[in-house]
């Protein structure tokens, strides 16, 4: 979605070339094919992880950092394996995310006009208010120390997995005019009757 909005920016007339059906499908199978290439590499060295006795997952559900913890040998090779496929699949993409939004702000600090530099701000707004709530989250659940809190790992893990996709569809819908002329007169309405019950 970074990409698509620096071609929608940076390069507006070139975005039907640019952002093409192909290079979407590429953008995605990349994606896809990360994912499932980390869990095809931790998920086995983290089941062969030796645990002691009867133990329970002190968790909402099976996170590798708490599944690890659990170990009651050596565990710092599949830390070390876990915090490089954090930083090639978390800081890497944030990185290219960052780049861009870099180069957006660049070539939107040159619009001369308020209601273009406004238009832009805007399109790229909701993007990257989930990338900050998503990332902030789970780069600091899957980089954090070994020591860190259970309860501080439960939190993230609730933040990340529920709260931000819950919120998903309402940080991009808000961007919408019908949505934005709907809440206002929601809200209108509820404070109209707010008032009515005072008086």
């Given at each position: 979605?970074?990409?698509?909005?620096?071609?929608?920016?940076?390069?507006?007339l070139h975005y039907t070339v640019g952002m093409h059906s192909h290079l979407c499908l590429q953008l995605v199978a990349v994606a896809?094919?990360?994912?499932?290439?980390?869990?095809?590499?931790?998920?086995?060295?983290?089941?062969?992880?030796?645990?002691?006795?009867?133990?329970?997952?002190?968790?909402?559900?099976?996170?590798?950092?708490?599944?690890?913890?659990m170990s009651c040998e050596d565990t710092m090779l599949v830390e070390a394996l876990a915090f490089v496929l954090g930083v090639a699949?978390?800081?890497?993409?944030?990185?290219?995310?960052?780049?861009?939004?870099?180069?957006?702000?660049?070539?939107?600090?040159?619009?001369?006009?308020?209601?273009?530099?406004?238009?832009?701000?805007?399109?790229?707004?909701?993007?990257?208010?989930?990338?900050?709530?998503?990332?902030?989250?789970?780069?600091?659940?899957?980089?954090?120390?070994?020591?860190?809190?259970?309860?501080?790992?439960?939190?993230?893990?609730?933040?990340?997995?529920?709260?931000?996709?819950?919120?998903?569809?309402?940080?991009?819908?808000?961007?919408?005019?019908?949505?934005?002329?709907?809440?206002?007169?929601?809200?209108?309405?509820?404070?109209?009757l707010l008032d009515a019950g005072r008086h």
């Open positions: 979605m970074s990409y698509d909005r620096y071609v929608a920016v940076c390069r507006p896809w094919c990360c994912g499932f290439l980390n869990s095809f590499v931790m998920c086995p060295q983290t089941m062969h992880l030796s645990r002691c006795g009867r133990r329970e997952v002190d968790h909402f559900l099976c996170e590798m950092p708490a599944l690890i913890a699949l978390l800081l890497v993409p944030l990185s290219l995310i960052l780049i861009s939004y870099g180069m957006i702000t660049v070539a939107v600090l040159r619009i001369k006009s308020a209601a273009g530099r406004k238009k832009a701000f805007n399109t790229c707004s909701s993007h990257l208010t989930v990338v900050i709530l998503f990332y902030g989250t789970i780069i600091y659940m899957y980089l954090q120390p070994a020591n860190t809190s259970q309860d501080q790992g439960k939190f993230l893990t609730l933040f990340y997995c529920l709260v931000t996709p819950t919120l998903n569809p309402f940080i991009y819908t808000l961007r919408n005019k019908d949505v934005k002329w709907a809440m206002r007169k929601v809200l209108g309405k509820d404070r109209s």
